[in-house]
């Protein structure tokens, strides 16, 4: 489309979001569709320009911009009859029960033309579940009945039809659902068992049986159907776990039950099914509880050998907190890396660390797991965990003085993927198994939309002695970009709502500072996450922190630094970067600002180094007066008052060449000014 002229469309759809250097946000008259596409409604002069598209990949940070681009140009126009403009033809849409979704219909005409949907023949406009984003068709928690033929007209009263139309055909599947009569059964040798496992979805799913894990294969001894399981003769042999799995083309779900068999007559004292299906790790009562913190303090040294205390034990205090090196996110989904290092060991040796972890569940909490790790050592393996869980970490270092300072930090497991049923359908399932179906493959990012998850429950750290640091994880964007989060606080043992504390948090900071509260008053905070379809439901309350209030604060120096995501030169004298800074990697230490340290590539001398500030929370900034067509080493620090960071990853990127356009006798065109801050805070992590 470059160079091409856009007349007759009121309203213009492109596969890009972005005109010239800033980014665009959804406004009134832009709005950036899941399919990639950018609408403008009403399209004037003002919108004329070149048009890129760019792409944010949240895991690895990275932002790519299209090479590409598209010129907009308009002018005015006829009368000229309605016409759809997008999407060109009829499309099939395959949507998961329970999630949003949205039907694009852009048409272009002179007049422009009045946009209405309806649904197998009916007017859609008077249903609670839909509304309309510009003349897209938005449907909130789709259900079964919202499956059916969904028909985009558009009218402007010209030509012999005056209407244009487009069809969609959304199919709303749902995952499958399982269920089994009983978790045990005792069952005698020589006896049948039975199980019955009631299954709904829609397509409707496949079952396939499994013992102890394996696949269960139709013999004589097992009779299998979709909804029943039947074991003839059983024996000691049979005893095990018996999984009904159920899968269709959007999802899998599996129920268990337990089967124990025994000799004629004798029959196992069972209390409950804790007692036989896999056990868990049970509450430690209080006297063991005692028990296992006396193991843990330190104990009196070995007569005859050297003790780890100096023999001025005034001068010996506890160590402060170890600094949490490791992510707050992992792919990793039954382990975690737990990595630190030590500060300050209080004038001694530290004897041994104490870690504590524990999966984080609505409204509770499991019991701590205990882990006692030599002083020497700054890795720790936790395995055993759950996929896709929050877990807290609260982790001590010992030394002959006691017990230090508390670090504190919460991580999520990754999602385990989609499990793969690797037994033959055909064979497990007899004839009452319709199997799979085949469907459209066209399955549109529409039917993830939704406003944002409720991000994880946020944890409270001291910052001054009347604020505190909030600091969460985030959690799905529902099909949208996240636009912004905000804070809200309750105070304990006081009647009223919730209140807000601030808001309009950009998508990059997962930390914020709630300042001015109240000496002796306990708080609970919560956050939520904004994007355009809406907030999300509120973040589990934090844990209960009471502002006890201190005075003349000491700085601690922040030890890692910042982490450079993004470099492009805008032209031959400016450089742009971007980078990410998490504050639980320095334990939420405060810093005031950035040093963005830069030299040419080819200068081995560090004295070269010329050194920008960035005050405050910004997270981009523009390196300016550089040379033409030169590489650059671009590093950079976090401060505070306690002194600077540890430098970042070193960036290289170089300026453009010198523009060779100028004409004999004419003087050179001065170079472009320095980018000014993109209008739209709401980037990407770690961008403006």
């Not at 001590?396 to 049923?421: L, S, V």
Request: aromatic share 8%.
């Amino acid at each position: 489309l470059t160079g091409s002229s856009i007349s007759h469309d009121p309203c213009a759809t492109w596969t890009s979001w972005m005109l010239t250097c800033p980014c665009l946000a959804p406004t009134d008259n832009y709005l950036i569709m899941p399919s990639g596409n950018l609408q403008i409604v009403n399209a004037t002069q003002e919108d004329e320009g070149t048009y890129k598209c760019a792409a944010y990949n949240p895991v690895t940070q990275e932002v790519k911009t299209s090479v590409s681009s598209d010129r907009l140009r308009v002018r005015r126009s006829t009368a000229e009859a309605a016409r759809i403009i997008y999407p060109p033809v009829a499309q099939t849409i395959i949507v998961t029960k329970g999630q949003s979704l949205i039907l694009e219909c852009v048409a272009g005409g002179m007049p422009p033309p009045k946009v209405s949907w309806a649904k197998d023949g009916s007017d859609v406009s008077g249903q609670n579940k839909t509304r309309f984003l510009l003349t897209n068709l938005l449907i909130e928690a789709t259900s079964e009945e919202d499956s059916g033929m969904y028909t985009c007209t558009a009218t402007n009263g010209i030509g012999d039809g005056g209407s244009a139309f487009i069809f969609y055909n959304v199919q709303v599947f749902e995952p499958p659902e399982v269920n089994m009569e009983s978790t045990q059964q005792i069952v005698t040798w020589g006896q049948s068992a039975k199980f019955t496992c009631d299954v709904r979805g829609n397509p409707q799913p496949s079952v396939v049986w499994l013992r102890n894990a394996e696949p269960l294969l139709p013999s004589s001894r097992h009779r299998i159907s979709r909804r029943i399981l039947r074991v003839n003769s059983v024996g000691p042999e049979d005893d095990g776990i018996y999984q009904c799995v159920a899968e269709n083309e959007v999802g899998s779900a599996q129920a268990l039950t337990f089967l124990m068999t025994t000799r004629r007559g004798v029959f196992p004292n069972l209390a409950s099914e804790r007692d036989i299906l896999p056990p868990t790790a049970p509450p430690i009562p209080d006297d063991k509880q005692l028990l296992l913190k006396a193991q843990l303090k330190p104990r009196p040294p070995t007569p005859g050998l050297p003790t780890p205390c100096p023999s001025d034990k005034t001068s010996v205090v506890q160590p402060e907190a170890p600094i949490i090196l490791s992510s707050p996110r992992t792919s990793k989904t039954d382990y975690y890396e737990l990595t630190w290092k030590p500060r300050d060991n209080g004038g001694a040796p530290i004897l041994f660390y104490t870690v504590k972890h524990r999966k984080q569940v609505v409204n509770t909490t499991d019991d701590w797991t205990v882990s006692r790790v030599p002083g020497l050592q700054h890795r720790l393996i936790l395995t055993k965990l759950d996929p896709g869980s929050l877990y807290e970490v609260e982790m001590a270092a010992y030394n002959c003085a006691g017990e230090g300072q508390t670090a504190m930090m919460t991580f999520r497991t990754g999602r385990r993927p989609k499990p793969e049923i690797i037994a033959s359908k055909e064979v497990q399932i007899q004839k009452d198994d319709p199997g799979t179906s085949t469907v459209s493959s066209i399955q549109s990012d529409n039917n993830r939309l939704s406003p944002p998850e409720a991000p994880d429950r946020p944890t409270i750290s001291m910052a001054s002695e009347t604020s505190v640091f909030v600091t969460w994880i985030p959690r799905g964007n529902g099909g949208f970009p996240i636009q912004s989060f905000r804070v809200e606080y309750k105070k304990l043992k006081q009647p009223g709502d919730w209140i807000l504390a601030t808001s309009d948090i950009p998508p990059s900071r997962l930390s914020v500072e709630i300042s001015e509260l109240e000496k002796g008053t306990s708080y609970r905070f919560r956050v939520r996450a904004m994007n355009i379809l809406g907030e999300s439901q509120p973040s589990a309350p934090s844990k209960p922190y009471m502002v006890s209030g201190y005075s003349n604060r000491n700085y601690e120096r922040p030890v890692t630094g910042p982490y450079i995501t993004f470099t492009e030169a805008l032209n031959e004298t400016t450089i742009m970067l971007k980078w990410m800074y998490i504050p639980a990697s320095n334990n939420n230490t405060p810093i005031h600002g950035f040093y963005i340290f830069y030299r040419p590539t080819d200068s081995d001398n560090d004295s070269d180094y010329k050194k920008d500030m960035v005050e405050g929370d910004r997270y981009w900034h523009s390196i300016t007066d550089l040379q033409p067509e030169t590489s650059y080493d671009i590093k950079m620090q976090c401060y505070n008052k306690g002194g600077e960071s540890e430098f970042s990853n070193v960036m290289i990127c170089e300026t453009k060449a010198r523009k060779s356009s100028a004409q004999p006798g004419r003087q050179p065109q001065p170079a472009a000014p320095s980018p000014q801050p993109p209008p739209n805070r709401h980037g990407p992590p770690g961008t403006a």
